[in-house]
């Protein structure tokens, strides 16, 4: 594959399992949203329609960091349907400084030069006008 032309990803199907507008609508703003236990005040991640920590209907959506630190990672050379132009890809989770962990993908940098701890950031994958989709790449300031 020729390295400047961008593999393609696949669309996410949203809203297909529980309501995710919210996460996509800020995400199509560039911004990283989550749920947030209004009882309990910590964040919780992936989408659920009750809290996690109350079992109770006392979440909203908030706007994250959108900064963390890699938990572990992985280089796929083996892709799920439809990845089979970006192997190889880098899947992590990711440590959000609001304490979640994020199942992503590591761009922008090269597998050799990731570590355990390493501050990363949110970037966006533009799929189309209307969906976004969040990677997170090494924070270099």
Same mark, same amino acid.
């Given at each position: 594959m020729?390295?400047? =032309? #961008?593999?393609? !990803?696949?669309l996410p199907k949203i809203g297909s399992y529980i309501d995710t507008k919210e996460f996509w609508d800020g995400a199509k703003r560039g911004k990283l949203m989550l749920q947030f236990c209004t009882e309990t005040k910590r964040f919780q991640h992936?989408? *659920?329609? &009750?809290?996690?920590f109350?079992?109770? #209907?006392? =979440?909203? $959506? !908030?706007e994250a960091?959108?900064?963390?630190? &890699?938990?572990?990672?992985? &280089?796929? !050379?083996?892709? $799920?349907p439809g990845h089979e132009q970006r192997v190889p890809y880098i899947c992590a989770y990711v440590e959000l400084d609001e304490g979640v962990r994020f199942l992503c993908n590591l761009v922008d940098c090269d597998e050799?030069?990731?570590e355990i701890g390493m501050p990363v950031e949110v970037r966006w994958? *533009?799929?189309t006008d209307e969906i976004a989709f969040p990677d997170f790449a090494p924070r270099r300031r």
């Amino acid at each position: 594959m020729n390295e400047h =032309v #961008k593999a393609v !990803r696949p669309l996410p199907k949203i809203g297909s399992y529980i309501d995710t507008k919210e996460f996509w609508d800020g995400a199509k703003r560039g911004k990283l949203m989550l749920q947030f236990c209004t009882e309990t005040k910590r964040f919780q991640h992936f989408p *659920r329609p &009750v809290s996690l920590f109350t079992g109770r #209907k006392t =979440v909203e $959506w !908030r706007e994250a960091s959108g900064c963390g630190t &890699v938990y572990s990672w992985t &280089v796929t !050379r083996s892709p $799920w349907p439809g990845h089979e132009q970006r192997v190889p890809y880098i899947c992590a989770y990711v440590e959000l400084d609001e304490g979640v962990r994020f199942l992503c993908n590591l761009v922008d940098c090269d597998e050799n030069e990731i570590e355990i701890g390493m501050p990363v950031e949110v970037r966006w994958d *533009r799929l189309t006008d209307e969906i976004a989709f969040p990677d997170f790449a090494p924070r270099r300031r």
